[in-house]
T-cell receptor, first 114, second 116 residues
């Protein structure tokens, strides 16, 4: 079945460091791929998405490229801030039973220190 | 304000008690979902609903009951709570699915449930 694997955390970085959070997926066909972010005490919110191979999603300085050849959707940011501290979830979505079924990775906690 | 409201935000209960978590959305989304979030598992789907009076099981439905008499409300009931149901529960909503799978879910702030 479909699955998402992302790197275990926590990831601890200093402010202005480069961030990469790895995400790989297993799926048949062509799912859409997402990164959701969960700030402390809040629900998940969409960070970015990509719907087909080679698409790049971007938002708030974060980027991820849909790589079908490596079944990956790694999240990157060139210079992290303390306010980026959160849990990041990679997810895939496919149409099934009339709705878009989301499969989440386990989440990666990011802690950014001044 | 448009959004999803979950209540209560925090709940402590005892094994065997009935607990209901409420979810109310003002987006007029047809689809609503309940997920549980556990360390190391990410989010797992418990139940979903396509419209009023239409519900279906997700990945981990055992021990839970849902109803949807009105489009905007989707309560989740634990009929006899167990310790393994200690978790953070998230309600979400969306428009109907598309073949691209590109629909975005909107999440509530979560309900943290502890079963003693």
């Amino acid at each position: 079945g479909d699955s998402v694997t992302q790197m275990e955390g926590p990831v601890t970085l200093s402010e202005e460091a480069f961030l990469t959070i790895n995400c790989t997926y297993t799926a048949t066909g062509y799912p859409s791929l997402f990164w959701y972010v969960q700030y402390p005490g809040e629900g998940l919110q969409l960070l970015l998405k990509a719907t087909k191979a080679d698409d790049k999603g971007s938002n708030k300085g974060f980027e991820a490229t849909y790589r079908k050849e490596t079944t990956s959707f790694h999240l990157e940011k060139g210079s992290v801030q303390v306010s980026d501290s959160a849990v990041y979830f990679c997810a895939l979505s496919r149409f099934s039973g009339g709705y878009n079924k989301l499969i989440f990775g386990a989440g990666t906690r990011l802690a950014v220190h001044p | 304000d448009a959004g999803i409201t979950q209540s209560p935000r925090y709940k402590i209960t005892e094994t065997g008690r009935q607990v209901t978590l409420m979810c109310h959305q003002t987006w007029s989304h047809s689809y609503m979902f309940w997920y549980r979030q556990d360390l190391g598992h990410g989010l797992r789907l418990i139940y979903y609903s396509a419209a009023a009076d239409i519900t279906d099981k997700g990945e981990v439905p055992d021990g839970y009951v849902v109803s949807r008499s009105k489009t905007e409300n989707f309560p989740l009931t634990l009929e006899s709570a167990t310790r393994s149901q200690t978790s953070v529960y998230f309600c979400a909503s969306s428009e109907p699915g598309t073949f691209s799978g590109a629909n975005v879910l909107t999440f509530g702030a979560g309900s943290r449930l502890t079963v003693l």
